[in-house]
């Protein structure tokens, strides 16, 4: 599975604006892409296709900022990844020969997709909000 930089960065973006989503104030895109070492500008393009996809909303001004608009019980991994990457699309096939061999090749390469999408879809950002708690929690310093 092939994560784009762009992918990881909305993901982290939108588990940032989970940490916050209870709270009034919205999240401001410099403060985000310092906590993450994330480059501010790629950052708010990443946010503007948050905010096309209905996931996100933004706040102008100084006090400004995003904020998600769905709980994160509501916002699942793939949808995301989704908005990033766009559609899952079958692997390309490179041969031209369509025999029982290149059949069942990508016939499995299609189930490993369909394995992966359906991981991705059963985990919410409050799950991978809860397991970074969790992480957290485990660390102890001596």
């Known amino acids: ?3 784009s930089a762009k992918t990881e960065y909305a993901c982290i973006a939108m ?4 940490t916050h989503f209870r709270s009034k104030d919205p999240v401001r895109v410099r403060d ?7 480059p501010s500008r790629f950052l708010v393009q990443i ?12 706040t102008r001004g100084s006090a400004g900022g995003y904020q998600l608009i ?12 989704a908005v990033i990457e766009g559609p899952v699309t079958a692997p ?8 029982p061999i290149t059949r069942v090749l990508h016939s499995t390469w299609w189930e490993a997709v369909d394995a992966q999408q359906q991981v991705l879809s059963a985990v919410t950002f409050a799950d991978l909000l809860e397991n970074s708690r969790d992480t ?4 102890y310093y001596i």
């Open 1 to 3: 599975m092939k994560i």
């Open 15 to 18: 588990l940032e604006l989970a």
């Open 32 to 38: 985000l892409a310092a906590a993450h070492g994330i």
């Open 47 to 58: 946010l503007l296709q948050m905010k096309a996809a209905g996931l996100v909303t933004s």
């Open 70 to 81: 769905r709980d994160p019980e509501q916002i699942r991994l793939a949808e995301v990844m």
């Open 92 to 99: 390309p096939m490179n041969v031209s020969a369509d025999t």
């Open 136 to 139: 957290c929690a485990l660390m």
